[in-house]
């Protein structure tokens, strides 16, 4: 079993209702009086026994954790590992995490002892006071009525539990069902052949080549217009787009009034009219059999070539 899940399960969330098991609201230091209610807020379970943490203890009782501690340890054999035991790291801070009044707990160079119902009935005959003789008292009590509460709603947290595995089950299966899914989706293939009027079909995969991009686009058609800019503001951000093609005072216009709102797209204008079209991709170049803006409209192909992209930029020249 994994521990990370065993210590969860073990642990009752400090911030649930009193229903569950308690809550962790601070307990004020200067509250004239002391109520079972204010006790029960501050119990929590570990390792399956109610417990109270040594820091609430010694405030409760009028004196420091460390104090607390001592007595205890010199009367060892009054606090057996039932009655008083140390928290694992690991405990501790699956504590911290849900109970906000013991947040201090992280930062304290030792790991907090919790005692039991048992631990804290020995610790009136240590700690000699007659504050801690009245708070003992009390304390003992919320005890008692944390227990006979558990035992007259136990069908009602069985069902709770039961909820909850049932959840849990239930998310289980839906993530393998999701990863199925995933697992049989369309691929990026690096080759594909559209059929006549195929058009949105040549879209959508030209878009998601254009989103897989992680540092540029380059575009080497002849013939471009608004449409081609469209598809390369599909890119991540970050992502440089630069357009190589003829000279078309229409699409300048067009480029010039989407670089003034929209990360700028690069144009460089080819030395002559190539018969071609290619999409660059970071390091990989695609061989487009039709021009972007017209791709599907006709029976074309997309292929992945095995070029570097800088031998078919070099040949542009």
């Known amino acids: 079993m994994d521990s990370k899940k065993e210590i969860k399960g073990l642990i009752i969330n400090c911030d649930q209702s009193k229903e569950v098991v308690a809550n962790c609201d601070h307990l004020e230091k200067d509250k004239p009086s002391l109520s079972q209610h204010d006790i029960e807020k501050l119990i929590i379970t570990v390792r399956g026994e109610q417990v109270l943490i040594d820091q609430d203890i010694a405030q409760l009782y009028g ?6 501690n001592e ?17 694992t790291k690991e405990e501790r801070d699956e504590v911290v995490a849900n109970c906000d009044h013991l947040q201090s707990l992280k930062f304290r160079p030792t790991l907090p002892f919790a005692f039991t119902e048992q631990g804290i009935g020995q610790l009136s005959s240590v700690v000699h006071s007659q504050k801690a003789i009245e708070r003992s008292i009390v304390i003992m009590n919320a005890f008692v009525a944390m227990r006979r509460f558990i035992v007259q709603n136990a069908g009602v947290l069985m069902r709770i539990a039961h909820l909850e595995r049932h959840q849990i089950e239930t998310d289980e299966k839906i993530d393998k069902i999701l990863d199925k899914m995933e697992e049989r989706s369309p691929k990026l293939l690096p080759e594909q052949i559209f059929q006549s009027g195929c058009v949105w079909d040549a879209w959508s995969y030209v878009s998601d080549l254009v989103r897989s991009a992680k540092q540029r686009i380059v575009l080497i058609d002849n013939f471009v217009d608004d449409r081609v800019l469209s598809m390369l503001d599909k890119r991540a951000e970050g992502v440089t787009a630069t357009i190589y093609s003829r000279y078309n005072e229409l699409f300048m216009t ?8 929209y990360p700028a797209i690069d144009f460089v204008q080819l030395p002559h009219k190539n018969h071609d079209r290619f999409l660059i991709i970071d390091g990989k170049v695609y061989f487009m059999g039709a021009s972007l803006k017209d791709i599907g409209a006709g029976l074309c192909a997309v292929a992945e070539m095995q070029m570097a992209p800088e031998n078919v930029l070099e040949l542009l020249k």
Do not use: G, I
């Open 71 to 87: 007595q205890a340890k010199r009367n060892s054999a009054r606090f057996p590992s039932n009655f008083r035991f140390e928290l």
């Open 63 to 68: 004196v420091t954790t460390k104090r607390l």
């Open 254 to 261: 067009d480029l010039k009034k989407h670089n003034e709102q």
